[in-house]
C-alpha cells in the first residue's frame, strides 16, 4: 500500500499518550494460544465497531474482511479499504480500524516463532511480509480462516499441529497476493532489517547498544531514532524484548535446563535470569514451559493456562 493519508498522530509530541503494545486488541495479558483466530464482529463489535491505534510485539496479524465497510489507520495515515480484501500487519506496525456495524471477516493472529517456515531468518516469504500491505482477498481463504476456527475448539493431539498448517496456507497465500504490491523499503526500514539481522546472530554474545550501533556505521542515538520510529521502543528496550523472545524460544523448545537458557543468553547468575524473565513476563521461567507445554496437549491437560503481561 502507499504512504497516501491523513496524518493521525505524531510520533514527537509530547502529550500524544503510548501507543499500547497487545497480545489480542482490549486485553492486557499474554497470548492464549498457539495463534488465535477470531471473527471481526467478534470484537470490534464489544468495541462500539473501532479499533484504536495499537501494535504487537512479534505477532503477525492477516485480516479477511469480505463485507461491509472498512477504514484503516497504518503508521498514522489513513484509507479506505477496497472489499473483499486482505491485509498483512506485521509485528510492531501500529494499525487501527474503523468498521460499519456488521462488517463481515476475520483476523488470525500468529506469533511469529510458530511459523519458523514462514517467518524464520532464512524463509523466502518473510522478506514479502515484512511490511503491511494489503491485496485482493483470494477465494480460498474463506474455508482456510474457518478451519482455524473450527479447530481452535477441538480438544485432540493434532489441533495445535493442524492449526499451524492452515496458517502456513493462510501465510502464503497473503505472500502470494502481496508479492509485488508493496513498494520498496524506506531508508529506516532497511536500518531496521539489519539491526534485527544483527541482534540474531549476536544476541547471545550480549553485545551492547553501541557495539550494533558501530556495526550499523550509526550512532547510538542514530539508532535509538529509527528504533522508536519503527517499533515505538528505545533501541535498548527493543534488544530486551528479542533478548526475551528467545529465551521463550528455548524454553518452548529446547530441553535446556532454566539455567542453560539464562547462559545461553549471557546471564551468569540463574537466579537472576529468573527474576528478570519474571519481570518482564509476568510469570517464572518454569511456568511459562509448563503453559506452553499444556497447549499442545489435549484438553484438560491444559486447564491450568496462565497469562503473561506484555509490555507498552
Given amino acids: 500500500m502507499d504512504d497516501s493519508g491523513i496524518p493521525l498522530y505524531d510520533w514527537n509530541m509530547a502529550a500524544t ?28 463489535g464489544l468495541h462500539d465497531w473501532r479499533i484504536a491505534p495499537h ?4 505477532l503477525h496479524q492477516f485480516f479477511l474482511i469480505r463485507r461491509g465497510a472498512a477504514w484503516v489507520t497504518v503508521d498514522g495515515r489513513g484509507r479506505d479499504l477496497a472489499l473483499p480484501v486482505l491485509l498483512s500487519i506485521p509485528a510492531w506496525v ?32 518473510a522478506p514479502l511480509l515484512a511490511r503491511w500491505g494489503s491485496a ?18 477441538a480438544a485432540d493431539a493434532v489441533r495445535a499441529t493442524l492449526m499451524r498448517a492452515l496458517a502456513t496456507q493462510i501465510a502464503c497465500h497473503g505472500a502470494r497476493a502481496l508479492a509485488g504490491a508493496t513498494p520498496p523499503p524506506s531508508r529506516y526500514e532497511r536500518h531496521m532489517r539489519a539491526f534485527e539481522a544483527l541482534l540474531r546472530e549476536n544476541l547471545r554474545h550480549r553485545w551492547l547498544l553501541r557495539d550494533y550501533a558501530a556495526a550499523l556505521s550509526l550512532t547510538p542515538t542514530h539508532l535509538n531514532r529509527i528504533t522508536r520510529a519503527q517499533t515505538g521502543l528505545s533501541a535498548a528496550r527493543f ?3 528479542r533478548q526475551f523472545r528467545e529465551a521463550r524460544r528455548l524454553l518452548a523448545y529446547t ?25 518482564h513476563t509476568g510469570e517464572t521461567p518454569t511456568g511459562y514451559r509448563k503453559r506452553m507445554a499444556d497447549t499442545d496437549l489435549p484438553a484438560g491437560a491444559s486447564a491450568g493456562m496462565g497469562t503473561v503481561a506484555v509490555g507498552g
Fill in 17 to 44: 499518550p503510548p501507543i499500547p503494545t497487545m497480545a489480542l486488541y482490549g486485553e492486557g495479558h499474554g497470548f492464549p494460544d498457539v495463534l488465535h483466530c477470531e471473527r471481526i464482529a467478534d470484537r470490534a
Fill in 55 to 58: 501494535r504487537h510485539a512479534d
Fill in 94 to 125: 501500529v494499525h487501527g480500524f474503523r468498521f460499519s456495524a456488521g462488517t463481515e471477516g476475520h483476523v488470525l493472529t500468529v506469533p511469529m516463532g510458530e511459523l519458523p517456515d514462514i517467518f524464520g531468518e532464512a524463509s523466502a516469504l
Fill in 136 to 153: 485482493p482477498a483470494p477465494p480460498a481463504l474463506d474455508a482456510l480462516f474457518e478451519a482455524v476456527i473450527t479447530e481452535q475448539g
Fill in 239 to 241: 534488544i530486551e524484548a
Fill in 255 to 279: 530441553r535446556m535446563s532454566v539455567a542453560e537458557v539464562g547462559y545461553a543468553l549471557g546471564f551468569d547468575d540463574p537466579a537472576y535470569f529468573s527474576r528478570v524473565f519474571r519481570r
